[in-house]
């Protein structure tokens, strides 16, 4: 009678197990669709066709990489031509020995960006703390996200959702040998956008003092 029992406890565990796995592949899957549908017309790889704004928005990564040196590329890009004025660099500092935004900001300026064009936001630990800072220390509603693709979607939906009027441009991407772990990555992190702002209502971790950019 016990292992009748324990046969019929473990295949209800295993039919809710499945029934939970097959749910969570769902909603992963229609999460990462849904972010893309609502993006595409925003996003630019070119240049010449990318509208102008005041400010660039450039996302962190870590220092040296592949995924910020073409991000550094594309922000000083965007600003030679004019495309932006001044750059918000948004990243993690989350130790002493760890600051995306200060090396990104040191970096701008080796290519040449005026230290007066540039403003850096020390907490942006997450996309949507750098999107949302944007506007609530930097004052700026209207911008133009800095990323690769796989990252401006996610940005964008957040902006979108935020009620901001964002465009972004694309840095180059990272050959697919080096980038597989960060691919898998972001289908999770486009599932957990979602439950921030729709279940979670999920704010940044820090504000502060506005420090308005004129």
Same mark, same amino acid.
Request: some cysteine; charged content about 20%.
């Given at each position: 009678?016990?292992?009748?029992?324990?046969?019929?406890?473990?295949?209800?565990?295993?039919?809710?197990?499945?029934?939970?796995?097959?749910?969570?592949?769902?909603?992963?899957?229609?999460?990462?669709?849904?972010?893309?549908?609502?993006?595409?017309?925003?996003?630019?790889?070119?240049?010449?066709?990318?509208?102008?704004?005041?400010?660039?928005l450039?996302?962190?990564?870590?220092?040296?990489?592949?995924?910020?040196?073409?991000?550094i590329?594309?922000?000083?890009?965007?600003?030679?031509?004019?495309?932006?004025?001044h750059i918000?660099?948004?990243?993690d500092?989350?130790?002493?020995?760890y600051d995306?935004?200060?090396?990104m900001?040191?970096?701008?300026?080796?290519?040449?960006i005026?230290d007066?064009c540039?403003?850096?936001?020390?907490?942006?630990?997450? &996309?949507?703390? #750098?999107?949302?800072?944007? %506007?609530?220390?930097?004052?700026?509603?209207q911008? /133009?996200? =800095?990323?690769?693709? *796989?990252?401006?979607?996610r940005?964008?939906?957040?902006?979108?959702?935020?009620?901001? &009027?964002?465009? #972004?441009?694309n840095?180059? %991407?990272?050959?697919?040998?080096?980038?597989t772990? /960060?691919? =898998?990555?972001?289908? *999770?992190?486009?599932?957990?956008?979602?439950l921030?702002?729709?279940?979670?209502?999920?704010?940044p971790k820090?504000?502060?003092?506005?420090?308005i950019?004129?």
């Open positions: 009678m016990l292992r009748v029992l324990a046969f019929f406890t473990l295949t209800r565990i295993v039919k809710w197990g499945l029934l939970v796995a097959g749910l969570s592949f769902i909603f992963v899957y229609c999460s990462n669709k849904w972010i893309i549908r609502n993006t595409t017309a925003q996003i630019y790889s070119e240049v010449e066709k990318i509208p102008q704004n005041k400010v660039g450039l996302l962190g990564a870590r220092p040296g990489n592949l995924y910020y040196v073409n991000r590329k594309a922000a000083v890009l965007l600003y030679k031509t004019g495309k932006i004025k918000v660099v948004s990243g500092n989350h130790t002493k020995d995306e935004g200060t090396a900001c040191n970096d701008l300026k080796a290519a040449g005026p007066s540039i403003s850096i936001d020390y907490a942006g630990f997450r &996309t949507l703390d #750098s999107v949302v800072r944007c %506007d609530k220390i930097f004052g700026q509603q911008f /133009t996200i =800095i990323s690769q693709q *796989f990252h401006n979607e940005a964008l939906f957040i902006a979108n959702k935020k009620g901001y &009027t964002c465009v #972004s441009f840095a180059e %991407d990272v050959p697919a040998k080096f980038s772990a /960060t691919t =898998i990555r972001e289908y *999770f992190a486009r599932a957990k956008c979602i921030d702002i729709y279940v979670f209502k999920t704010q820090f504000l502060g003092e506005p420090v950019i004129r």
